[in-house]
């Protein structure tokens, strides 16, 4: 389990795990979670586009995953949020469509940029991804604190000359980066899990914000271990165990919520 | 005159397209989709519900390919999947605007580690490594005849469940605390409304797959709600929005069969987004116009 | 509980002239969409005084501390912050927003948002230090809540945020507070609180407090002055100035009554066939 091509493996899922841990935090605080469905999801349309024209995938991802952001973040100005992003996804697929239909040689490669393919990550996928992710988490890092006070209160963030449009923009493309970081190592569908169900998880068992976050990375790291090592062992997906380990973690931080806050207390006013 | 005639619907309806079965099954299966669609997708775009009602779409996929490794009918294992996501996200707390996106998240994020282990079970079974690429994508063109009787009952119990639930769906989307202080038991109809969304999905996904099932939910009507803030009016422009766009696209796929640079026909779901967003964007400029 | 000022005490009866202006709003005009929303007003405030600006839903309340806070560009007009244009960003100005639409599970406790108001516009995650933490204490006890420091912020009652929101504005020791409708939501006990705790933090830090509401009452006996608006004019002065049947109905256009009535303050449509409107406010 600890040889050759599995260091890889075992490399490129801590990247990613602590990636979409810190990025999921904020995914999940701003409620951001079509977005984080949309962009890595569409982006798929890039390699798809990347392999049309012959050029490497990840310049393909990292493309769509930009164009999806910009194109939410243009989009929700005038519509809702939900409606932009679902716009911004159907338009980025359809044009992987028409990708797709154009070249003969891309079919097998979509099972493997869908649900990813982390127990045969060449090396060479390993440096490119370790940049990316550390720009994205050090952007986080960064914009921490104008982020937060935009998410809780965007008029007081407003008053303080922070702009709401420039911050949701900034986050979307953090969600891009993030896309072109986990996409080539766990595929689209997986990135998405590591964005939300960890991080959902977290917040049923802290109310500090620096601890979710913690704690949201720890739940991504151990979840995608996890899933590596069992997948490992019984030959079935890693996607599968990912899928499965996120949707139990939160069901655990529920269960731990409803305990602790038993019996509910009563609010005056 | 009359050569001139045609000569135009000659250039315009390529050879053969309205003699063609599949361009019928197409046409009749896209109609029926784009209805359905429109008037479930306005109600769920006035409850700011398009993030589940595109999750529908992938986390049904582990349906379909439970189905496949067991034999049955796509159809039913899309269904049966898709009602059982929307039974849970409502349990989650779909209702709540802040956990709406959350509770959608967290089903979808498990429906896709099912539906990875279900497509990879059956891509070991036997040699389907399409299956993804088919049900994300769909082929309008390669519909058996016989699914339409099917489709037609799917999407007639889908609108039944719209029409019966019609007056408290619009006053618990307008405002839920004013529906419920008028007696309308919100979630029940929330719940209501979910099914018919995972109804209307299923049958639209396994069709024309998931990119145009989401398409066409969530880009009429939310192109309608532009022009009109009227619910039933907002349902019709939807509708013929669908319509258009649906029918549209499956004529320009016909034609591209002629169109450089391949040869065998560009993707019917292009041209359906493609109308859809113009579509979305035109009505954007007539109320920026209108004001 | 800070004891009751009466009217004008503190504001030397209104004359505007030779006092130290925290905030001067001058001929100001908001066109939206092609209507005008604020037509001409004028006003300014003192350190230490509490202003209402009273008037209905709709009447421009909202769109004027917008104004105030830079975030809608007036078509004609001034905005002054201790005698110098206004500019984003200005520490001189805290604002507490109507109201919070927060995720009952969000992880963020009250200390976390009141340090938000601390540095929340700077880059970077906050680092612990004695002295953020010490800055952060005091702004909770000042609003009494210190309390509520480890709570989780959305599971807090509407009362319990509003002081919180307050203490998030005030700890970066502001000079002019605004606070949008924060008396809307709260029960009438925690109504009496909040409007004191207002009083008292005008007194004692020597901050300029605006307090919009489409009631007058609960923040009758604590105003020093009134900002009475109606359909986007206004006009000031201490409440016994402008609360009154002359210059209300010069204001609305239209003949109002006030009406004294066991303490409180309506104001009554003064047409002889209408449905007498009772509320404080329009």
């Known amino acids: 389990m600890f040889s050759g091509f599995m260091l890889n493996a075992w490399a490129a899922a801590t990247i990613v795990g602590v990636v979409a841990g810190v990025v999921g935090f904020f995914t999940v605080l701003r409620g951001s979670a079509f977005a984080a469905h949309a962009i890595p999801n569409g982006a798929f349309a890039g390699a798809a586009g990347a392999a049309l024209i012959g050029a490497n995938a990840i310049a393909g991802l990292g493309t769509f995953s930009i164009l999806g952001a910009l194109g939410i973040g243009a989009l929700g100005r005038r519509a809702r949020n939900d409606v932009a992003s679902a716009l911004a996804i159907v338009m980025m697929l359809g044009l992987g469509a028409l990708f797709l239909s154009m070249t003969t040689e891309y079919a097998p490669e979509t099972y493997s940029l869908l649900f990813g393919e982390v127990l045969g990550v060449a090396s060479s996928e390993l440096l490119p991804s370790a940049v990316i992710g550390i720009v994205a988490v050090a952007a986080v890092l960064a914009l921490y604190r104008p982020l937060m006070l935009s998410s809780v209160a965007p008029d007081v963030a407003a008053a303080r000359g922070i702009s709401t449009q420039r911050m949701e923009v900034c986050f979307l493309l953090v969600i891009g980066l993030t896309t072109s970081a986990a996409v080539p190592v766990v595929g689209t569908l997986l990135t998405f899990s590591l964005l939300i169900s960890p991080a959902a998880a977290a917040r049923s068992f802290t109310s500090h914000p620096g601890v979710a976050m913690g704690l949201a990375v720890l739940i991504s790291l151990s979840t995608v271990w996890g899933a590596i090592a069992v997948s490992f062992v019984s030959n079935l997906p890693v996607g599968f165990f990912v899928g499965s380990f996120g949707a139990l973690s939160y069901a655990a931080g529920r269960a731990w919520h409803s305990c602790m806050h038993r019996p509910p207390r009563v609010r005056l006013g | 005159m009359s050569a001139i005639v045609t000569s135009f619907t000659g250039g315009v309806f390529g050879p053969g ?13 896209g109609g029926v989709v784009a209805v359905v669609s429109g008037v479930v997708g306005t109600f769920t775009v006035m409850r700011g519900q398009s993030f589940a009602g595109h999750a529908l779409s992938d986390i049904g996929t582990a349906g379909g390919a439970a189905a496949f490794l067991l034999g049955i009918s796509p159809l039913f294992g899309f269904t049966a999947m898709n009602v059982a996501a929307a039974g849970v996200m409502e349990t989650i707390g779909i209702r709540r605007p802040r956990g709406r996106d959350l509770a959608t998240g967290i089903v979808l994020g498990a429906g896709l580690g099912l539906a990875a282990a279900f497509l990879f079970l059956g891509t070991t079974e036997t040699s389907t490594t399409g299956a993804a690429v088919n ?20 999407g007639a119990v889908a609108l039944a469940l719209i029409a019966v639930l019609y007056r408290p ?18 979630r029940l109809v929330g719940l209501g409304h979910l099914l018919a969304l995972a109804l209307a999905v299923s049958l639209s996904a396994v069709t024309i797959g998931a990119i145009l099932s989401t398409a066409l939910l969530i880009g009429p009507p939310a192109a309608a709600l532009r022009l009109t803030k009227r619910t039933g009016w907002a349902i019709v422009v939807s509708c013929a929005i669908g319509l258009v766009a649906t029918w549209g696209g499956v004529l320009a796929s016909y034609d591209s069969y002629y169109w450089p640079p391949t040869h065998h026909g560009w993707p019917v779901s292009f041209f359906v987004v493609t109308l859809v967003l113009a579509f979305y964007v035109l009505a954007g400029a007539i109320t920026k116009a209108r004001a | 509980m800070a004891v009751p000022r009466a009217g004008s005490t503190l504001s030397q009866a209104g004359t505007d002239a030779g006092r130290a202006e925290v905030l001067t709003v001058r001929g100001l005009s908001v066109s939206l969409g092609g209507r005008e929303v604020l037509h001409q007003v004028s006003f300014s405030m003192a350190p230490g005084e509490v202003t209402g600006l009273i008037g209905s839903n709709g009447a421009g309340k909202t769109t004027l501390l917008r104004a105030i806070l830079g975030l809608v560009t007036p078509t004609s007009g001034e905005v002054l912050i201790a005698g110098r244009p206004r500019s984003r960003r200005n520490p001189l100005v805290g604002y507490v927003p109507q109201r919070l639409t927060l995720d009952p599970d969000i992880p963020l406790r009250a200390r976390d948002l009141v340090g938000l108001g601390l540095d929340g516009h700077r880059f970077g995650a906050p680092w612990p230090s004695a002295a953020r933490r010490a800055s952060i204490d005091q702004a909770l006890a000042g609003v009494d809540a210190t309390h509520l420091a480890g709570a989780r912020v959305g599971k807090l009652s509407g009362g319990e945020q509003q002081r919180i929101m307050i203490a998030q504005a005030l700890i970066s020791r502001p000079r002019l507070l605004l606070l949008d409708e924060p008396l809307a939501n709260l029960d009438i006990r925690n109504e009496g609180e909040v409007v004191a705790l207002l009083a008292r933090i005008a007194a004692t830090e020597h901050v300029a407090v605006l307090i919009s509401a489409h009631d007058m009452n609960p923040l009758l006996g604590f105003m020093d002055r009134v900002v009475y608006i109606a359909a986007g004019r206004a006009t000031s002065g201490t409440a016994e100035e402008v609360v009154q049947t002359e210059t209300l109905s010069a204001l609305y256009g239209h003949r109002v009554d006030v009406v004294h009535v066991n303490g409180r303050v309506l104001v009554v449509a003064g047409r002889e066939d209408s449905h007498a409107h009772c509320d404080g406010g329009p």
């Not at chain 2, 397209?17 to 299966?29: G, K, T």
Request: net charge neutral; glycine share 6%.
């Open chain 2, 169 to 186: 769906l619009v006053l618990s989307s307008l405002s839920s605390d004013l529906a419920s202080a008028r007696g309308v038991p919100v």
């Open chain 2, 17 to 29: 397209f309205f003699s063609s079965p599949p361009v019928h099954v197409a046409l009749v299966v």
């Open chain 2, 135 to 154: 049900v994300l994508f769909g082929s309008v063109f390669t519909l058996p005849t016989s699914i339409v009787p099917v489709i037609g009952i799917f």
